[in-house]
């Protein structure tokens, strides 16, 4: 079915609320959904949240039912929500959760109870805990490597970082160190910061006394502008990058000029109408943007809510294969749907092209990642 057919009926295709219960149909598939709609993630959250209404509601003649909760970004809600996704709704499959922390809660629930989870969030877990857990972002260390890349063609030899102190900030720091080692870059200052701090300046007075030629901030959303914002006050005049975590237009928005210049990996989504018709992406990602921005107003656009738009079609393709073996509403199913989800190929979302496997539970290659800069307060792909 092309992607412009499914977007078709986005008015009729209705939110379920939270207390809404899953359809005593066993031939229904029910997808939980735990998502960060509000508290510090919530800039990543709502948008994935209004992306479910654009979902379709029939896969393979089986109707779908989407059960949606807030966790608040709070990793003990989330893992609350995902055991009463599973126990309670009975659901097939769990998207979610919005950020990394939360994420990793809700794996461990998907893990014990044995239910498929697609993350929208790039958590990073030991091999132990991968067998359910799938994601639709793209692998930090796929993105870190465009940043080195650039850092290196630049001249950059010293780098400062100031991320999360969380799981975020620390899959960044564990990918980073090696690359910026192969490249002949020192990462010795490194400051960390919480989701919901009101002032880095502290950390931002240790990184600019210590000159470093570039400074990685990594955080997501809205939080990322604080510690470039107050970098720059503080006199530092060099490089700064952000990661893909940053990648929304509320960034742009509250940052105002401070963020002119930031480089940045993204995934085609966020400049769809920039990239070659050659890539895969280009077309499902603009007919996205189209749905979204329809229902929700002009600029409404955020690549955080194409995440949960993959995870459909990634849900999408492996469900036919997962039928052919047992009924929705049963574990012989999610045994089914996991594994047909782990051998996915080639299948073409709005952040690039998934080619699952036993051993990477990403699936993305190059063809997910782009390097953009913001340029007159919007994104401008570079060559």
């Known amino acids: 079915m092309k992607l ?7 008015a009729a295709a209705g939110l379920m609320a939270s207390a809404m219960v899953a359809s005593a149909q066993t031939k229904d598939i029910n997808v939980g959904v735990t998502l960060s709609s509000t508290g510090p993630a919530a800039a990543l959250g709502v948008p994935e949240r209004n992306t479910i209404p654009l979902l379709p509601t029939e896969i393979a003649g089986h109707k779908v039912n989407y059960i949606v909760l807030d966790d608040a970004t709070d990793a003990t809600q989330a893992g609350r929500n995902a055991r009463k996704l599973i126990t309670e709704d009975k659901v097939d499959i769990i998207f979610g959760s919005s950020s990394t922390p939360t994420s990793v809660a809700v794996a461990e629930i998907t893990n014990e109870l044995e239910v498929p989870q697609i993350a929208v969030a790039p958590l990073d877990l030991p091999a132990d ?20 890349d650039h850092m290196k063609e630049n001249g950059v030899k010293k780098l400062g970082f100031i ?12 990918e980073m160190r090696p690359l910026v080692e192969k490249a002949g870059i020192s990462m010795e200052n490194v400051e960390r910061f919480n ?13 600019v006394a210590a000159k470093p030629d570039a400074i990685l901030v990594v955080a997501s959303g809205t939080p990322s502008v604080l510690p470039q914002v107050t970098l720059q006050d503080r006199g530092f005049k060099g490089q700064i990058y952000q990661t893909h975590g940053t990648a929304s237009k509320e960034y742009i ?4 000029k401070a963020v002119e ?39 409404s656009f955020s690549s955080f809510g194409a995440h949960i738009f993959d995870a459909y079609l990634v849900l999408e393709a492996a469900a036919p294969e997962a039928l052919k073996k047992a009924e929705p509403g049963t574990q012989a199913f999610r045994a089914a749907l996991r594994d047909a989800i782990e051998n996915s190929e080639e299948v073409v979302g709005s952040h690039g092209v998934f080619n699952m496997s036993p051993t990477d539970h990403f699936g993305h290659d ?16 570079m060559k």
């Open 261 to 299: 210049g930031t480089i940045l990996p993204v995934g085609p989504v966020v400049i769809a109408e920039q990239l070659p018709d050659s890539h895969p992406s280009k077309q499902p990602g603009i007919e996205y943007i189209k749905a979204y921005e329809k229902m929700y107003g002009e600029g």
């Open 195 to 207: 989701r919901n701090d009101t002032s880095v300046t502290g950390q931002a007075l240790k990184l």
């Open 366 to 381: 190059e063809r997910a990642r782009m390097l953009v800069e913001v340029k007159d307060g919007d994104w401008k792909l």
């Open 253 to 256: 928005r509250v940052g105002g």
């Open 4 to 10: 412009s057919m499914k977007l078709a009926g986005v």
């Open 163 to 174: 991320g999360y102190a969380d799981a975020y900030g620390e899959v960044w720091l564990k």
């Open 129 to 148: 805990k991968e067998k359910w857990v799938f994601r639709t972002p793209q692998h930090v260390r796929l993105m870190a490597g465009a940043l080195v």
